[in-house]
């Protein structure tokens, strides 16, 4: 058997085992009937399915998927060039660190209410709270690879008397690549934590909003579909990171 079989037939048993032990706490800590038998596997899978029939629901998750990469491009336009210089230059990282380090103690979402007082209700806000979450792993990666950048390259450049941009462009950028790829794949997983309460705030649209929907209208089943669904497609984004990766570090390799 091949290892990437192997590995796939260990996730899927890890997977069903997870199934498995969600309906035995169901089943020990209740009769099976009133309301926990709403949050049963079968009541949400076939909620699920029943969700994947309608339009909005495709309308709410692409609204949340907009709102990742705004806020995960923005992360990367502040995050990248801040850990490029970070991490070229030592006196600049003494001095920065220990506010980078503070500022990313703080939780995204207690800046929720600061950022609708200052911002309003609607997209904004949560674009500022998913960059500010997302922006730490990626500048805090990429300054780690400038670090990590092989001195001979650099003195390569310098000898063939290339400029700052080219050495920028041509040696830091590349070398540095998989680093930034690993801070936006621990960026994503962020993100997607951050995401569905942001949404539960002033706007009607999204996997949060929805989820608030399902709560007001009691259908707690639905409720419980949309948590896998969520789990689901964060799964996948990270899957998509994961696969990005790996390409790159084949590409790097060959």
């Not at 699920?48 to 995960?72: A, C, D, M, N, W």
């Not at 730490?136 to 390569?156: M, S, Y």
């Not at 690993?182 to 539960?200: D, Q, S």
Request: net charge positive.
């Amino acid at each position: 058997m091949s290892t990437s079989l192997k590995s796939w037939g260990l996730g899927l048993a890890g997977l069903l085992g997870l199934f498995l032990l969600w309906w035995l706490l169901l089943a020990a800590f209740s009769s099976g009937e009133g309301l926990v038998a709403l949050f049963t596997p079968q009541a949400t899978l076939a909620s699920l399915v029943e969700l994947l029939q309608r339009p909005e629901l495709f309308e709410h998750v692409l609204v949340s998927l907009k709102r990742i990469f705004i806020g995960l491009g923005l992360a990367l336009l502040v995050g990248v060039p801040l850990g490029l210089l970070v991490g070229s230059w030592r006196n600049l990282e003494w001095a920065t660190t220990p506010a980078f380090q503070f500022l990313r103690m703080i939780s995204p979402l207690s800046w929720m209410p600061i950022a609708v007082m200052v911002m309003g209700v609607g997209d904004q806000p949560i674009y500022f709270l998913l960059a500010f979450a997302a922006v730490w792993p990626i500048l805090l990666n990429t300054a780690a690879g400038v670090r990590q950048l092989d001195g001979r390259w650099l003195q390569l450049a310098r000898s063939l008397s290339a400029t700052r941009w080219e050495t920028l462009r041509r040696v830091i950028v590349p070398g540095v690549l998989g680093h930034v790829l690993t801070g936006v794949r621990l960026a994503i997983g962020i993100l997607w934590i951050v995401l569905v309460p942001c949404e539960m705030l002033g706007v009607s649209a999204g996997l949060g909003y929805y989820i608030l929907d399902t709560r007001d209208r009691l259908a707690y089943s639905e409720l419980m579909a949309m948590v896998l669904l969520i789990g689901v497609l964060g799964f996948l984004l990270d899957a998509a990171a994961r696969a990005l990766y790996a390409r790159w570090s084949h590409g790097a390799s060959r």
